[in-house]
């Protein structure tokens, strides 16, 4: 098992944080995803490919990229 690292832009309250969360945890591969607003970033568990992950942040109307 693996540990991603992502910065998110785009969050602005809780609502963005769950969203953001349910979206990577729905990413096959995904163990857990651990989101938070400030820095803006999530750190993902599991075996789930980088380009997964990026498209279902997307998705939810936000932007990822690895830390």
């Known amino acids: 098992m693996n540990d991603i690292t992502l910065k998110i832009t785009g969050m602005t309250c809780g609502h ?23 820095p803006g970033q999530a750190v ?3 075996d789930a490919p980088l380009e ?7 998705e939810e109307g936000y932007s ?3 830390l």
């Open 16 to 38: 963005c944080v769950r969203a953001a969360a349910q979206a990577l945890e729905a990413v096959p591969g995904v163990t857990k995803a651990e989101v938070t607003l400030e």
């Open 44 to 46: 993902v568990h599991g």
């Open 64 to 66: 990822a990229e690895r």
């Open 52 to 58: 997964a992950l990026i498209a279902a942040v997307a």
